[in-house]
C-alpha cells in the first residue's frame, strides 16, 4: 500500500478537493473545508496525500521553471527561439505574465493541499497514530519546500496556513523574515516526526525522511544567516553515510541523475505518468534533431569559460553539438528526451530537488562564514572538486575561500534547482554581475511580479 503513495491516482482526494484548490490561487474564494471522510481511514488518508504529491509533480515551475527559466534568469543559459515567455526570463523582462506563466499560482495550489492534510488529520479522527504522524511530518515538509521557492521568487507574499476560503482569499502579503521563521517551523516538526530512512517508500527516494528535512534547513539556514545551524544540519546529513554517498567520478555521468541514485535525498515524481523514465529536464534541453529549428538553449559562452581542461562536468554533464557549421553546447546531465529513448536504455532518470552535494557546499560556506574550522571546510569544498576530477584546493584564505565555494555552486550545480539564481540574490551579486551580460537589467528584476490578474482578485497583494 505505501508505495501506491507515488502512483498518483485521481482517487477520493481529488474528487474532493478539485474545486477547493482554487481558493488558494486568490482568485475564486469558495467556502469549502476539508471533508472528515477523507480522513476515516488510513488508506483515504494515504490518498491525500498521493494528491499532494501528485500536483507537485505536475508543477511546471518545478519540472521546467527551477532548472530552465531560473537560467534564463541568471546568466548560465541562453534561450534562442522568439516564444514571449522565455524571452522575457532571458532578458529579466516579465511583462506578459498571466496567472499561468509563474509559480505563485502552482505553488499555493500545493500549499493549500498541504494544509488540508493538517487540518484534516488535526481535526478528525479515524486515521492510526503512525499514518497521522507521518503524513503531517510530510505536509509540513511540502509547506515549507513551496514557501521557500516562493519567498525567493517574490519575497513577500501571503503567508496560508489553513483552507478557509473567508480567511485566506484577502490576506496581505508577510514578511520574509515571519516566512522564513514558519519555514523553519515546519522544517522542524518534519524532521522530528519523520523516520531515519525510506521505509515509508519501500526504499524510494521519491519519498521524503528526517534527512530530507535536515538538508533543507540546512539551505535556509543558510539562507537566513544562521550558519551554526546550516553547519549542525548538513552534518547530520553528511554523517548518514548508510543512506547517503557521493556518487564516484568513474560513474557521475550515468549513475548521478537517475532514480534513487546514493546522492540523492529527494526527487521529483515522474511527471505525467509515475512509469515514465525520464525528466522535463531532458526533453527540454536536448533537441529532437540536429537542427538550429530544434535547438531552443544553449549555455553561454562567459559559463563554459569558468571550467577547467580536465573539469570532468564539462565533459559528462554537457553535450557538444555542430548544427550547421556552427558549435553550440547545451546541459546534458540528462541523457533523455523521452520515454522511448530512456526505456531502450533501461535507465530511469529523475530530478533532484536535494543532494548531498549541496551539503558539502553548505557546511563548507557556513565554517568559513563562522571562522572556526577552515580547514574543515577546505575538506568540503574539495569534496565535489575532487569528484569532478579537478585539483584540490589549498588556500586557506576565507574571502578566497568564499568566491571558490560561490563558483563551485555555479559549476556543480547549473541547470538545477534555481541555484545560480537564488545565489546571486541571496550573495549580493545579481546586481554586480547580471548587468554585464544583459543590458536590460534593472535591480527590480531581482523579485518576479505577481500576475495581475491575481492582484485583481485580491488587492492587498500589491506593495
Same mark, same amino acid.
Given at each position: 500500500m505505501k508505495a501506491k503513495i507515488f502512483k498518483f491516482t485521481i482517487g477520493l482526494f481529488a474528487i474532493v478537493f478539485m474545486g477547493c484548490e482554487k481558493m488558494i490561487e486568490i482568485n475564486s474564494p469558495l467556502n469549502e473545508t476539508p471533508s472528515a471522510g477523507v480522513y *476515516? %481511514?488510513?488508506?483515504?488518508?494515504?490518498?491525500? @496525500?498521493?494528491?499532494?504529491?501528485?500536483?507537485?509533480?505536475q508543477?511546471?515551475?518545478? *519540472? %521546467?521553471?527551477?532548472?530552465?527559466?531560473?537560467? @534564463?534568469?541568471a546568466d548560465d543559459l541562453r534561450y534562442l527561439a522568439t516564444v514571449t515567455a522565455p524571452q522575457e526570463y532571458n532578458t529579466n523582462t516579465y511583462?506578459?505574465?498571466?496567472?499561468?506563466?509563474?509559480p505563485f499560482t502552482e505553488f499555493y495550489q500545493v500549499i493549500y493541499r498541504t494544509n488540508a492534510i493538517i487540518e484534516g488529520l488535526t481535526t478528525y479522527a479515524g486515521t492510526s497514530a503512525a499514518i497521522n504522524k507521518q503524513l503531517i511530518a510530510e505536509a509540513k515538509l511540502m509547506r515549507g519546500y513551496a514557501y521557500f521557492i516562493l519567498v525567493n521568487f517574490y519575497g513577500e507574499v501571503p503567508l496560508v496556513l489553513q483552507t478557509d476560503a473567508n480567511v485566506t482569499a484577502y490576506l496581505p502579503r508577510e514578511t520574509v523574515a515571519n516566512i522564513y521563521k514558519q519555514i523553519i517551523s515546519d522544517l522542524?516538526?518534519?524532521?522530528?516526526?519523520?523516520?531515519s530512512d525510506y521505509s515509508f517508500t519501500n526504499g524510494d527516494r521519491l519519498g521524503v525522511n528526517k534527512f530530507t528535512a535536515a538538508a533543507l534547513l540546512a539551505r535556509v539556514y543558510l539562507y537566513t544567516g544562521n550558519y551554526s545551524m546550516a553547519e549542525e544540519n548538513s552534518t547530520e546529513v553528511i554523517q548518514a553515510t548508510n543512506l547517503y554517498t557521493m556518487v564516484s567520478t568513474a560513474t557521475m555521468g550515468t549513475a548521478l541523475f537517475v532514480k534513487n541514485s546514493s546522492e540523492s535525498i529527494w526527487q521529483l515524481p515522474q511527471p505525467v505518468s509515475a512509469t515514465n523514465q525520464y525528466t522535463v529536464e531532458g526533453s527540454v534541453f536536448l533537441p529532437s534533431s540536429n537542427t538550429v529549428a530544434a535547438l531552443f538553449y544553449q549555455l553561454q559562452p562567459s559559463f563554459l569559460s569558468i571550467f577547467t581542461g580536465t573539469d570532468r562536468r564539462r565533459t559528462l554533464w554537457m553535450r557538444d553539438l555542430t548544427i550547421a557549421g556552427n558549435?553550440?553546447?547545451?546541459?546534458?546531465?540528462?541523457k533523455y528526451r523521452t520515454h522511448s529513448e530512456a526505456l531502450a536504455a533501461n535507465v530511469t532518470e529523475s530530478q533532484i530537488i536535494l543532494r548531498l552535494a549541496e551539503q558539502y557546499l553548505i557546511r563548507a560556506e557556513a565554517r568559513v562564514r563562522?571562522?572556526?574550522?577552515?580547514?574543515g571546510a577546505?575538506?568540503?569544498?574539495?569534496?565535489?572538486?575532487?569528484?569532478?576530477?579537478?585539483?584540490?584546493?589549498?588556500?586557506?584564505?576565507?574571502?578566497?575561500?568564499?568566491?571558490?565555494?560561490?563558483?563551485e555552486y555555479r559549476k556543480e550545480f547549473f541547470c538545477e534547482q534555481a541555484f545560480r539564481w537564488f545565489n546571486l540574490k541571496r550573495t549580493g551579486q545579481a546586481d554586480v554581475v547580471l548587468p554585464l551580460l544583459k543590458p536590460t537589467w534593472k535591480p527590480e528584476a531581482k523579485f518576479y511580479p505577481i500576475a495581475q490578474s491575481i492582484i485583481n482578485n485580491n488587492p492587498n497583494l500589491i506593495k
Amino acid at each position: 500500500m505505501k508505495a501506491k503513495i507515488f502512483k498518483f491516482t485521481i482517487g477520493l482526494f481529488a474528487i474532493v478537493f478539485m474545486g477547493c484548490e482554487k481558493m488558494i490561487e486568490i482568485n475564486s474564494p469558495l467556502n469549502e473545508t476539508p471533508s472528515a471522510g477523507v480522513y *476515516t %481511514t488510513d488508506k483515504i488518508a494515504l490518498s491525500a @496525500l498521493s494528491g499532494m504529491y501528485g500536483r507537485f509533480s505536475q508543477t511546471s515551475f518545478q *519540472t %521546467t521553471g527551477l532548472p530552465v527559466y531560473t537560467s @534564463l534568469m541568471a546568466d548560465d543559459l541562453r534561450y534562442l527561439a522568439t516564444v514571449t515567455a522565455p524571452q522575457e526570463y532571458n532578458t529579466n523582462t516579465y511583462t506578459a505574465l498571466t496567472a499561468s506563466a509563474e509559480p505563485f499560482t502552482e505553488f499555493y495550489q500545493v500549499i493549500y493541499r498541504t494544509n488540508a492534510i493538517i487540518e484534516g488529520l488535526t481535526t478528525y479522527a479515524g486515521t492510526s497514530a503512525a499514518i497521522n504522524k507521518q503524513l503531517i511530518a510530510e505536509a509540513k515538509l511540502m509547506r515549507g519546500y513551496a514557501y521557500f521557492i516562493l519567498v525567493n521568487f517574490y519575497g513577500e507574499v501571503p503567508l496560508v496556513l489553513q483552507t478557509d476560503a473567508n480567511v485566506t482569499a484577502y490576506l496581505p502579503r508577510e514578511t520574509v523574515a515571519n516566512i522564513y521563521k514558519q519555514i523553519i517551523s515546519d522544517l522542524i516538526d518534519a524532521k522530528a516526526n519523520l523516520r531515519s530512512d525510506y521505509s515509508f517508500t519501500n526504499g524510494d527516494r521519491l519519498g521524503v525522511n528526517k534527512f530530507t528535512a535536515a538538508a533543507l534547513l540546512a539551505r535556509v539556514y543558510l539562507y537566513t544567516g544562521n550558519y551554526s545551524m546550516a553547519e549542525e544540519n548538513s552534518t547530520e546529513v553528511i554523517q548518514a553515510t548508510n543512506l547517503y554517498t557521493m556518487v564516484s567520478t568513474a560513474t557521475m555521468g550515468t549513475a548521478l541523475f537517475v532514480k534513487n541514485s546514493s546522492e540523492s535525498i529527494w526527487q521529483l515524481p515522474q511527471p505525467v505518468s509515475a512509469t515514465n523514465q525520464y525528466t522535463v529536464e531532458g526533453s527540454v534541453f536536448l533537441p529532437s534533431s540536429n537542427t538550429v529549428a530544434a535547438l531552443f538553449y544553449q549555455l553561454q559562452p562567459s559559463f563554459l569559460s569558468i571550467f577547467t581542461g580536465t573539469d570532468r562536468r564539462r565533459t559528462l554533464w554537457m553535450r557538444d553539438l555542430t548544427i550547421a557549421g556552427n558549435q553550440y553546447v547545451v546541459p546534458a546531465k540528462f541523457k533523455y528526451r523521452t520515454h522511448s529513448e530512456a526505456l531502450a536504455a533501461n535507465v530511469t532518470e529523475s530530478q533532484i530537488i536535494l543532494r548531498l552535494a549541496e551539503q558539502y557546499l553548505i557546511r563548507a560556506e557556513a565554517r568559513v562564514r563562522i571562522g572556526t574550522n577552515i580547514s574543515g571546510a577546505l575538506t568540503d569544498l574539495n569534496v565535489t572538486r575532487l569528484r569532478a576530477d579537478i585539483p584540490a584546493l589549498t588556500t586557506t584564505n576565507p574571502s578566497v575561500l568564499l568566491d571558490e565555494i560561490a563558483l563551485e555552486y555555479r559549476k556543480e550545480f547549473f541547470c538545477e534547482q534555481a541555484f545560480r539564481w537564488f545565489n546571486l540574490k541571496r550573495t549580493g551579486q545579481a546586481d554586480v554581475v547580471l548587468p554585464l551580460l544583459k543590458p536590460t537589467w534593472k535591480p527590480e528584476a531581482k523579485f518576479y511580479p505577481i500576475a495581475q490578474s491575481i492582484i485583481n482578485n485580491n488587492p492587498n497583494l500589491i506593495k
